[in-house]
């Protein structure tokens, strides 16, 4: 009995202690430059990882892209770190090529640093980290301009990457420049360089006819890379007819436009700037167009065709032409009490002129009497 | 589904303004036509602008019987075009056009109807006209330019009875609402809207007309 019971407890003790337990590798990544991990094309990234074999086991280690963590899932690293042997605790290095490991265009990519011990092959860990491909987007292509009135009309091919979020219009009126050189003016939307949402045409407006404008284009990613710009294109903005005005019908500023005797001219450019943003933003100023639009015509026939009118309509355009000059330099935000100062100014004006004749009328009949 | 809608509206129209209680035998007073053509204005300039010659119009035509073969006919039409505006260069520009045109229409049309039933009718007419214009452009809409253009106009068609080929919808039509005939016109038409030669836009044009004509 009593050797029964030892051998029963020889057994306990051999099934607890005698079969060597498994013997641990545990992977760590300690470090990954860029610590981002963000990459272009050309880049390289370094992982510093650590093994520790606490029984001193030896065995491979792996750097795969992709797959799941076991081993020979994933794409082994090119690099020649990016495989060997262990044998204990080990720290290193492997180097991530953007060019020849992750080849599957822009995206994310799972990097796992994998340990396999030499006497069991179920027996590993790996730990992983994750990098991400994003290279600056392609310079834009098909890039055309369409002449217009004071305007440009901009179009290109749709970007074929998914993560475009601005457009730039990179313009001025000397060719062949580099991007940081475009610096042209007087678009209504502004300086070169004009910037726009991911859309795949823009209308420049506010451009001087006859003026020749050289225009590039480049695109941010939701990154914040920028393209190269696109081929140069160019526009001359020029007076447009339909087939009304091409035949003869009138049309535009009537009165301005027989007074200073084109289209054209700078004060005609000025009132109609002064129409479109100004008068045309309020219901009164709307009234007023479409008073003038009806009538327009017949003062401008009647102006055209007396030369002493046409002197006397500029001069009587002269103020108005200076005061919409005035209002149209205060920013947008502002002119609502520019109008109104200038309105005021006015009164004031006529109000002391009217007193002035009045003073010299009472004082011609004064000296009369 | 413009041209549709237009279209069903005009229907709508021609069929309230028909006399619903009107016999088979009643005597011939009206006719109504829905028509739609191709309008060729002559102008060089019309297809510069608008890249093709013709502007595609529907109409609505009334007529009445002053005498057995001799109507006074009414008429108004609608169509548009979308171009391209010309710069002083004489280059083709981005500035997006729209040209409207109702052309409107008052004369007189004489059938050479020689007996009840005529397979084919020719006809032919004349009368004096005023076209509305409208051209806008897309961008800059105070550039908008429109007005009228009067002018006269000579048409020539023929027209050919429908009722021979179903004689039992025919008596159905004329049974249930009034129309005694129902013809399949062309028409030839040439109409001046120069405002008799005067300056400015010139939409003298050729006009050719398919569409179905009702008597009742």
Request: charged share 25%.
């Amino acid at each position: 009995m009593p050797k029964i019971a030892a051998l029963a407890v020889v057994c306990v003790v051999c099934l607890l202690v005698g079969k060597p337990a498994l013997a641990e590798i545990i992977v760590s990544i300690e470090e990954v430059t860029p610590s981002d991990g963000n990459l272009s094309d050309g880049d390289v990234a370094v992982i510093n990882w650590e093994i520790e074999a606490t029984d001193g086991e030896s065995g491979e280690y792996r750097v795969e892209v992709e797959g799941d963590g076991s081993p020979d899932s994933g794409d082994l690293v090119e690099d020649s770190s990016g495989q060997g042997d262990f044998s204990g605790d080990i720290s290193g290095s492997t180097t991530v090529s953007a060019d020849d490991d992750l080849d599957e265009g822009d995206g994310d990519y799972v990097i796992y640093v994998i340990a396999v011990d030499d006497a069991d092959s179920e027996n590993y860990d790996f730990a992983s980290t994750t990098l991400s491909l994003d290279n600056p987007p392609d310079a834009p292509e098909g890039l055309s301009v369409d002449i217009g009135d004071q305007k440009l009309f901009l179009s290109w091919d749709s970007h074929p990457d998914n993560d475009i979020k601005k457009y730039y219009i990179y313009y001025d009126t000397d060719s062949g420049l580099e991007a940081g050189d475009y610096d042209g003016s007087g678009a209504d939307d502004g300086s070169s360089p004009i910037e726009i949402g991911d859309q795949d045409d823009y209308t420049m407006k506010g451009l001087e006819n006859g003026v020749t404008y050289y225009i590039r284009i480049g695109v941010k990613d939701d990154t914040g890379n920028v393209s190269p710009l696109s081929a140069e294109k160019n526009g001359t903005p020029q007076t447009v007819s339909g087939l009304a005005e091409l035949t003869g019908e009138e049309g535009g500023c009537f009165v301005a436009t027989a007074a200073y005797g084109s289209y054209d001219a700078p004060e005609v450019r000025v009132l109609r700037r002064f129409r479109d943003e100004i008068l045309l933003s309020s219901a009164a100023g709307r009234a007023f167009v479409r008073l003038y639009y009806t009538h327009g015509p017949r003062a401008a026939a009647f102006v055209s065709g007396h030369p002493l009118l046409t002197s006397a309509a500029r001069t009587a355009l002269a103020p108005a032409v200076i005061g919409a000059k005035c209002i149209l330099a205060v920013p947008a935000g502002a002119r609502a009490p520019a109008v109104f100062a200038m309105a005021l100014l006015c009164g004031v004006c006529v109000a002391l002129f009217l007193r002035t004749i009045r003073r010299r009328t009472d004082g011609f009949s004064n000296g009369a009497n | 589904m413009r041209t549709a809608l237009v279209l069903s509206t005009i229907l709508a129209v021609c069929l309230a303004v028909l006399p619903q209680d009107a016999l088979a035998d009643s005597p011939i007073n009206f006719s109504s036509s829905l028509r739609v053509g191709f309008m060729l204005p002559e102008t060089e300039e019309f297809e510069e602008v608008y890249d093709q010659n013709y502007i595609f119009i529907y109409g609505l035509n009334f007529g009445w019987k002053i005498v057995k073969d001799l109507e006074l006919v009414g008429e108004a039409a609608y169509g548009f075009k979308d171009g391209k505006g010309i710069a002083e260069s004489g280059e083709e520009t981005g500035e997006e056009y729209r040209l409207h045109v109702v052309p409107a229409m008052l004369g007189v049309l004489y059938r050479l109807k020689f007996y009840e039933n005529q397979p084919v009718v020719p006809y032919l007419g004349g009368g004096g006209n005023y076209t509305y214009y409208y051209e806008g452009r897309k961008e800059d809409s105070e550039q908008d330019i429109d007005g009228g253009k009067w002018g006269y106009d000579g048409f020539a068609g023929l027209e050919i009875l429908l009722d021979n080929m179903d004689k039992r919808a025919a008596g159905a039509m004329e049974t249930e609402f009034g129309i005694n005939n129902v013809y399949l016109f062309y028409e030839f038409r040439y109409q001046t809207m120069d405002d008799f030669e005067d300056e400015g836009l010139d939409l003298t044009s050729t006009i050719h007309y398919m569409g179905l004509l009702f008597e009742y």
